[in-house]
């Protein structure tokens, strides 16, 4: 142990004898925060306006490849150079030894620099609301990936004494079977996977057994040259050992691919089952499959998609209780196989992938049906399906049901100021509904009688062009206590004028107040907003004020109300204020954040031109009715005694998810709330796991953390440089006065 350590100390401190060592190390830091905090491009964090740090475990990796091969470049190779090799392997150690201590002083300095980075998650803490399990996850990651390349790096610098050589063949060998995306390998993959928060015993296995056996490598290249007396006459040492070793570690990789365990950092559990789908799999009514159809020639980017849905699929069926069972086809090698996909309607898709140098298109089977009985829901294509767990619990639910409820959508369908067609942009909402309800798409006409009565829930909008016995039947349907989801502006927005118009009073208005609201003539504009794609540069965005972005970090959510309890945002484009005006049955549900101001009466559009703030202030935009109520229209009859389940928000656009995909998460709770025997809304989604930075980070705040996350890690390392050079000094001093007094 004391000639280890003796070891070790000689190789850490040879890694900062001089200042480049520490200049050296201060770099990788320096350079992260560079990209991540101060360029102006999309790597930027302030830029992006996120409270998370994948873009750090994006970039980290590719810097890492050049830093690490770089740091081990001249561990045996130098020894080689200067002559003490052969003095190094005469010593009565253990190559075992030597190897471990060359390898474990260059990994604490990689720890250390890496811990110099530590002030981006800290900047992140204090200024939002940062998520510190995949962080922790993630650095996890970067550590086993650090020590897999220096591990191959030192192999690869015991081969030759040429130190440039050592580096150039870790770093290309190193990045290409790294990041290439046809690479056996795929260790970035796996760093990924990390970073987002899910610690998988396959991945901590891989990476260890990887570092341990080109470790192992290193060993056996060093006992060749101990006999041989230099390494450029090496023959295969003692292959069988070397094979054995290998296997070991290939068998143990292909033992623990049949596990699943693994660890979810993510504060809401997003890889884990929720317990609604729980709840869900173990009340099936009849013996469900899941028929998973790919091609065994999948391209490398499908390939973590079905990792990924074989690890749900395979939790499906643990808590199924044996009513759900996984079924894997491949439709190139069984012709059975082809006909039942063809028949279920999932057909062969095209995928790209590289071959010889070039990029081929082919094609594959890549889809999934759920089937019970005679009935299913079918998933053509798997390439891209963001909430997965979402979608198979709402199919499960909709095959559990032999009876689905009806949901009307109803409303006037003007031309859409935006320039798009309304009934398009509402396809994928119509989409997301029909997984578990039977929509029915009504459009209000003058004088048309739309059949409410026949509908368990309402969705509508444009109510202000409704007739008077339209009303009648709108203020007849909340009364009976069904759910109702009513969007409603004060305003008309005139495209492409980018201005808009103050709506008169209408009757419309009047069945607000009766219900305990107001929509006001006006627009809200926030700090707090979507950006949009500028129109001088189409790389960058801006911000756009009239499009508020409500958040839970700025206390958008102010109510108790489980639809909303996992969202973290929502855009409300070109919204009114909805006031409530009897607090206990009418309470406001979505409110802009303190940095918010109104245009009224004269409205501008225009992203160059929008009229700043006078003042700011706080404004409810969306408000939920809830309580018993008489009706509107009929003062002679008494209340039914129903409990009104109404949201109103005050935006006409929210309906079409080219916005904010967020609102279509809202929508979907808010029905499974109130209608479905199953609330969805605990199951995480993409979309809810977005955490904006705060709308008030002000000039200084920001510039004030661009510089802490800049100079920490120079500053650390010149701090250590200063205080090493001056001990060294004083110790040497001191040895120097000791033998003057001698002599």
Request: include cysteine; charge should be neutral; glycine fraction near 4%.
């Amino acid at each position: 142990m004391k000639a280890f350590t003796t070891l070790f100390m000689k190789e850490f401190k040879h890694l900062f004898n001089n200042p480049m060592g520490y200049l050296f190390c201060s770099m990788l830091p320096a350079t992260l925060a560079y990209f991540l905090f101060w360029q102006n491009s999309g790597l930027n964090i302030f830029v992006n306006g996120t409270s998370d740090l994948r873009l750090f475990f994006r970039l980290a990796p590719f810097l890492l490849a050049v830093f690490v091969p770089l740091l081990a470049m001249r561990a045996w190779a130098e020894e080689m150079r200067q002559g003490t090799m052969e003095w190094l392997l005469s010593m009565p150690l253990p190559h075992t030894t030597l190897v471990w201590a060359k390898f474990l002083a260059p990994f604490t300095a990689i720890l250390i620099t890496l811990a110099a980075t530590l002030t981006f998650p800290y900047t992140l803490v204090q200024l939002g609301d940062l998520d510190l399990g995949p962080v922790l996850s993630g650095y996890i990651g970067l550590l086993l990936f650090s020590a897999t390349a220096l591990a191959f790096s030192l192999w690869i610098s015991s081969m030759t004494r040429h130190q440039v050589v050592a580096f150039l063949f870790s770093f290309l060998i190193f990045s290409f079977f790294a990041f290439f995306e046809n690479s056996p390998l795929n260790l970035n993959f796996r760093l990924q996977q990390m970073a987002s928060g899910l610690l998988d015993l396959k991945d901590l296995v891989y990476f260890l057994s990887l570092t341990l056996f080109f470790l192992f490598m290193s060993i056996q290249f060093l006992g060749q040259a101990r006999h041989s007396g230099f390494l450029s006459s090496w023959k295969p040492y003692k292959l069988t050992r070397i094979l054995f070793v290998a296997g070991i570690f290939i068998a143990l990789n292909a033992a623990v691919n049949y596990t699943n365990l693994r660890v979810d950092f993510t504060r809401n559990g997003i890889y884990t089952l929720s317990p609604s789908t729980k709840e869900v799999c173990a009340h099936l009514d009849e013996e469900t499959h899941l028929k998973l159809f790919f091609s065994s020639n999948l391209p490398p980017q499908f390939q973590p998609v079905l990792a990924f849905i074989e690890r749900l699929a395979a939790e499906y069926e643990a808590h199924g209780k044996g009513k759900f069972q996984v079924q894997k086809l491949n439709p190139d090698l069984d012709e059975a196989a082809r006909r039942e996909a063809l028949s279920y309607g999932v057909v062969e898709t095209a995928g790209n992938v590289t071959q010889k140098s070039r990029v081929e298109t082919v094609k594959i089977w890549f889809g999934m049906v759920l089937t019970q009985g005679e009935r299913k829901v079918v998933f053509p294509t798997m390439q891209d399906i963001p909430n997965l767990e979402y979608d198979l619990t709402a199919a499960l639910l909709k095959l559990n049901h032999t009876t689905q409820k009806k949901v009307l959508l109803a409303g006037s369908m003007p031309p859409s100021p935006l320039g798009h067609d309304p009934e398009n942009d509402m396809k994928p909402m119509l989409l997301e509904l029909q997984k578990q309800y039977n929509l029915e798409h009504g459009r209000v006409v003058p004088d048309k009688i739309v059949p409410f009565e026949h509908a368990d829930a309402l969705i509508t909008w444009g109510v202000r062009e409704f007739s008077e016995n339209q009303l009648k039947e709108l203020d007849a349907f909340i009364q009976s206590g069904k759910p109702v989801l009513l969007f409603t502006s004060g305003v008309s927005i005139q495209l492409p004028e980018l201005t808009a118009r103050e709506l008169p009073k209408d009757p419309a208005d009047a069945l607000f107040e009766h219900y305990g609201f107001e929509v006001g003539r006006n627009l809200v504009s926030d700090n707090s907003c979507q950006r949009i794609q500028s129109s001088t540069n189409s790389r960058l965005q801006r911000e756009y004020p009239v499009f508020p972005m409500v958040s839970r970090l700025l206390d958008g959510f102010p109510l108790n109300f489980k639809p909303v309890e996992t969202l973290q945002t929502m855009t409300l484009p070109w919204c009114s204020t909805v006031t409530p005006l009897s607090n206990d049955q009418t309470q406001t549900l979505l409110q802009s954040s303190k940095q918010a101001w109104l245009q009224e009466r004269v409205f501008d559009l225009n992203p160059d031109t929008l009229p700043g703030p006078t003042s700011f202030n706080v404004y409810p935009m969306g408000v939920l009715v809830s309580g018993v109520f008489d009706p509107y229209f009929d003062s002679t009859q008494k209340s039914t005694d129903n409990t009104v389940k109404m949201v109103v928000i005050g935006s006409n656009e929210i309906l079409g998810q080219y916005q904010n995909p967020s609102s279509l998460a809202f929508i979907a709770n808010t029905l499974g709330f109130w209608c479905s025997d199953m609330d969805l809304s605990d199951i995480d989604r993409r979309e809810n796991a977005f955490v904006p930075l705060p709308a008030n980070l002000t000039y200084e705040t920001r510039r004030t953390y661009q510089w802490i996350t800049l100079l920490t890690g120079p500053l650390f390392f010149a701090l250590w440089g200063t205080v090493f050079y001056a001990r060294r000094r004083t110790v040497n001093y001191g040895a120097h006065t000791q033998k003057r007094a001698n002599t």
